[in-house]
């Protein structure tokens, strides 16, 4: 027998699944990120919302139940609307299950526009299988939107930059695959960017040309933050072989670690180079030349000036000839020096004043032993400035030679010459340790035509200044301004 009693409490007591689904339904609704709606077809209105807020977009919520689409259609962006309008009508037409995502802009209470993304799909039918409700999925892709738009917007600039720069770009991998290439690269190579991609610079390399290890090795230590640069003998698809100067550094390709090679076609450059460095050649010769032609005609004054010498008798004359000769001596020296150098446009100073002092020394020495000592600091300088001061020491210490070390002169006889260049300065220094010049004598205004020449010289060619110091001999001191 069935206790009645026990059978009606079991139809009052609710069904404890039935409850738990309602509480998983209601959980779902709340945690789901967006807002999720039934919309009635007929009336057009939201009939459920599990939106939490007063208002949505500034707007009351009551305004959408009330409203339901009118409002919709109201904040909708105009452009947007056909949109929405076929992708309703094509909802309508599917089957069940089928869900219809799209994005629109939807206008706030402050007119600004917000992009969102929408899923809907059809959530009941009539007995005819005619839609009733549609149920959606409303979530906001604002700044999603935003930066994707920056994002295309700052690839689109990068691709604008990346295929206007002349010279060939390749973007590669850490292998040397090719990622990306630009346009040059294109046409310079005949190949298509297809045909590019996914290759390496072996695609390109003329066979026997190039070192492939050296040029993988180089590619790796650029990756690794090391740039290099490097010839590259370069095939085009067509078999056209070109020179390319490679410069290759590491870089961001978004966001990816990547090497970066700029490569310039320089074959017609070196050529241009050759041309040039020919002429040079050739014109090195012809100056060389030049510079012996002008020291064998000095050298031959200076045989003349000698043949002068042994005719006369008189001192005085002797000795003006013989100071003419050095001066032609020094004038041809500089031209030998030219001569004999690897570098045509400068004349070493050092070696210069070593051989001159010597010659002059060994011209108005008078057999007499005296100490000198030559120090140009590695000074070289062009032949106009070299010439006026190669006359220069010449005469002041043909003057140290001739007065500065008498008969009964008890000490060493000793010759300093110096010469300096400091901070766009030139500095000469020539010294003795002779008896010095005579009281008030007036060096700067003497009739002495050797003086007269070192003043001349100092002044109007080199635009320089000259000082004297007498403490324990001459010290004459020279300077002037010289751009190398």
Known sequence: MIDTNTTFQAQEKPDVKFEINCLLSE????????????MDINSQKIIYSNYTSN??????????????????????NADDRELVKKSLTKLKDSADGILMPFEIQLKNKNGNYIWFEIRLTIFTRDESNNALQIIGLLQSIDEKRKTKEALTEGELSYKNLFNTIEDAIYIQDQFGHFIDVNNSAVNISGYSKEELIGQTAELLSVPGKNDIELVKQKLADAF???????????KKKDGTILLKNVKVYNGLYFGKKIIIAHSKDIKKRKKEEEKIQAALAEKNVLLREVHHRVKNNLQAMIYLIEMQIDRITDEKVQIFLKELQEQARTMSLVYEQLYQSDYLAKVDMDGYLNILTSNVIQAFGLGKEISFTV??????LDVETAMPCGLIINELLTNSLKYAFPDRFEKIPAIDVSLTNENKKITISISDNGVGLPPNFDWENTDSLGLKLVNFWIKYQLAGSIKLEQQSGTNYIISFDYED
Do not use: H
């Open 224 to 234: 690794n933050g090391v740039p290099q640069e490097f010839e590259f003998w370069s």
């Open 375 to 380: 120090n140009a600091n590695n000074v070289s």
């Open 27 to 38: 959980k779902i609704l709340q945690t789901t990120p967006g807002i999720i709606f039934v």
């Open 55 to 76: 208002e949505f977009l500034g707007y009351p919520i009551a305004e959408f139940s009330e409203n339901g689409f009118e409002i919709g259609t109201r904040i909708l």
